[in-house]
């Protein structure tokens, strides 16, 4: 008798589609998520449909590492977050579901974006939640009277990342633009390794002695973090408490997020990479 084969699993329910921008934008549904995909291939956005506040995608989920470095977070005390980028909205629901006291500017170069976000992937309407569409890079180099404690960098279209985005100019930008304990947090991929050597130069040269970063098992995804809420390793005991509030809070291994990072700073990937050392 032969071996039984399991069913195929049914092709996901298209509930949007449109060619917008030079790219086709997707909404698609299966029994148990909804993704927001470019070009039928490169998924932006995942939603649980029990869940919708849950982070599904590894690196959202890793992205949120930085909410080590702040203080307010772990205190649950008032905070300000950027996010550049907003896709399907999955980090701001999750900031604004589990933290009351922050406030959220979110920019987004594509203007159907918002509206999808709101229809199909419950992203509210909210007052702490303010949706500028805008080129994120001009923004931050324009927006010079407000200061952020999270800045997010997670802006990709139907070629990758957002080349205006993930440039030197931004990281200057952001530098001024951080709170007196901010940080800056992007989400790069290694595979690209012409923009991802020219990231970690310029926030090397932006934030010497400041940058860690945080790999995405099975994935080329790379998380940064950068900026003058990021502590030289003597901080670490107070980093290891806030990591089992946050834990306990949000259901999430912070502790493991840390380990890793430090391991990674121990062996000095910056320099690795970059060609410094062997």
Same mark, same amino acid.
């Given at each position: 008798?032969?071996?039984?084969?399991?069913?195929?699993?049914?092709?996901?329910?298209?509930?949007?589609?449109?060619?917008?921008?030079?790219?086709? &934008?997707?909404? *698609?549904?299966?029994?148990?998520? #909804?993704?927001?995909?470019?070009?039928?291939?490169?998924?932006?956005?995942?939603?649980?449909?029990?869940?919708?506040?849950?982070?599904?995608?590894?690196?959202?989920?890793?992205?949120?590492?930085?909410?080590?470095?702040?203080?307010?977070?772990?205190?649950?005390?008032?905070?300000?977050?950027?996010?550049?980028?907003?896709?399907?909205?999955?980090?701001?629901?999750?900031?604004?579901?589990?933290?009351?006291?922050?406030?959220?500017?979110?920019?987004?170069?594509?203007?159907?974006?918002?509206?999808?976000?709101?229809?199909? $992937?419950?992203?509210?309407?909210?007052?702490?939640?303010?949706?500028?569409?805008?080129? !994120?890079? #001009? $923004?931050?180099?324009?927006?010079?009277?407000?200061?952020?404690?999270? &800045?997010?960098?997670?802006?990709?279209?139907?070629?990758?990342?957002? #080349?205006?985005?993930?440039?030197?100019? &931004?990281?200057?930008?952001?530098?001024?633009? *951080?709170?007196?304990?901010?940080?800056?947090?992007?989400?790069?991929?290694?595979?690209?390794?012409?923009? $991802?050597?020219?990231?970690?130069?310029?926030?090397?040269?932006?934030?010497?002695?400041?940058?860690?970063?945080?790999?995405?098992?099975?994935?080329?995804?790379? &998380?940064?973090?950068?900026?003058?809420?990021?502590?030289?390793?003597?901080?670490?005991?107070?980093?290891?408490? #806030?990591?089992?509030?946050?834990?306990?809070?949000? !259901?999430?291994?912070?502790?493991?997020?840390?380990?890793?990072?430090?391991?990674?700073?121990?062996?000095?990937?910056?320099?690795?990479? *970059?060609?410094?050392?062997?």
């Amino acid at each position: 008798m032969g071996a039984s084969r399991d069913p195929p699993e049914p092709e996901p329910r298209v509930l949007y589609r449109r060619t917008h921008g030079g790219r086709m &934008i997707e909404v *698609l549904e299966d029994d148990h998520s #909804r993704l927001l995909a470019f070009d039928s291939h490169l998924t932006q956005s995942r939603m649980a449909m029990d869940d919708p506040n849950r982070l599904m995608l590894r690196y959202t989920r890793r992205m949120m590492a930085g909410l080590l470095f702040l203080e307010a977070a772990a205190r649950d005390e008032p905070f300000r977050v950027l996010m550049v980028g907003l896709g399907g909205g999955s980090l701001a629901k999750f900031l604004l579901h589990h933290f009351p006291a922050c406030r959220m500017d979110v920019v987004e170069n594509d203007p159907l974006l918002p509206d999808l976000a709101r229809r199909y $992937f419950h992203v509210p309407r909210d007052g702490r939640l303010n949706v500028i569409c805008a080129d !994120g890079a #001009r $923004f931050l180099d324009l927006e010079r009277l407000s200061t952020w404690d999270l &800045i997010l960098l997670d802006a990709f279209d139907q070629n990758g990342a957002a #080349r205006g985005v993930y440039a030197e100019p &931004i990281f200057e930008s952001a530098r001024e633009r *951080l709170s007196a304990r901010g940080v800056l947090t992007l989400n790069v991929l290694r595979s690209d390794q012409a923009l $991802f050597q020219g990231v970690m130069a310029g926030l090397t040269r932006r934030f010497p002695r400041a940058t860690l970063g945080l790999s995405v098992p099975g994935f080329s995804n790379e &998380i940064l973090f950068a900026g003058p809420g990021v502590p030289e390793w003597e901080g670490r005991r107070t980093l290891a408490g #806030r990591a089992q509030v946050l834990e306990a809070r949000l !259901g999430m291994n912070f502790s493991t997020y840390l380990e890793e990072m430090g391991r990674l700073e121990r062996y000095a990937p910056w320099r690795r990479w *970059l060609g410094w050392t062997s």
